[in-house]
């Protein structure tokens, strides 16, 4: 498709588990990031690829959160020992990269989690 | 770090009405400034942005925007709303600090417009 995809668009699980949330981006995006937003707040910020690898990943909350991107595509989020307080609308973005592409982030609908 | 102020969180308006929502941020250096609206049901899109120049920008379906840098605002105008302009709006701010487009949004006004 022509935009950003994420899966699942929802996705439900109990406490403690393991997830991951997958993320396709624009063809040809370079630059991808991965936000939260919770219920009443906006986007924040979690971590940025430029290529494969993480570029800042300065947002990510705490150690069971992880995100690859192995070859510079599609990103996956992992979250280990999910908690209740996880339970957020996880936005993928992606970019060109290029100067005259700042700011001009492309969203997917997000997948939103649910923990139990 | 920089922070990113909405403060009006809820809008309601009639149709034709003017519409200004406020945007406030706090940081002292050089930053691009954003508008991005989503509509029920549809994902985040860009509605304009500011990098340099003229501190009035234009968007997309007649939206405005005025950068005033004495006093970190960067407010939302359209002279006169519609139906279809029900959305939630969120300002984001990017600092130039290397590169990325880390953005810092504020936590968004949900606009509703009345028939």
């Known amino acids: 498709g022509a935009g950003v995809s994420q899966t699942p668009s929802n996705k439900v699980t109990e406490k403690g588990k393991y997830v991951e949330l997958r993320c396709d981006p624009i063809?040809?995006?370079?630059?991808l990031y991965w936000y939260r937003q919770s219920l009443g707040q906006g986007p924040e910020f979690l971590i940025y690829?430029?290529?494969?690898?993480?570029?800042?990943d300065s947002g990510l909350p705490n150690d069971r959160f992880f995100a690859v991107r192995p070859e510079g595509s599609v990103s996956t989020l992992k979250i280990q020992r999910t908690e209740r307080g996880d339970s957020a609308v996880y936005l993928c973005?992606?970019?060109?990269?290029?100067?005259?592409?700042?700011?001009?982030?492309?969203f997917g609908e997000g997948s939103r989690l649910t923990v139990l | 770090a920089q922070s990113v102020s909405q403060h009006n969180h809820h809008v309601i308006l009639s149709e034709a009405a003017s519409l200004e929502l406020g945007c406030n941020y706090s940081?002292?250096?050089?930053?691009?400034l954003f508008w991005y609206v989503q509509y029920p049901g549809q994902h985040l899109q860009l509605l304009l942005k500011?990098?340099?120049?003229?501190?009035l920008v234009k968007g997309i379906k007649g939206f405005e925007a005025e950068f005033i840098k004495s006093k970190f605002s960067f407010n939302l105008r359209k002279p006169s709303v519609q139906w279809s302009d029900t959305a939630e709006y969120f300002c984001?701010?990017?600092?130039?600090?290397?590169?990325?487009?880390?953005?810092?949004f504020g936590t968004g006004t949900q606009l509703k417009v009345e028939l």
């Open positions: 973005a992606s970019s060109s990269g290029l100067a005259g592409g700042i700011g001009e982030l492309f």
């Open positions: 984001a701010v990017n600092t130039i600090t290397g590169g990325g487009n880390k953005l810092t």
């Open positions: 063809s040809g995006h370079t630059a």
């Open positions: 940081y002292g250096g050089t930053v691009n």
């Open positions: 500011y990098f340099s120049g003229d501190p």
């Open positions: 690829f430029q290529g494969t690898g993480a570029a800042d």
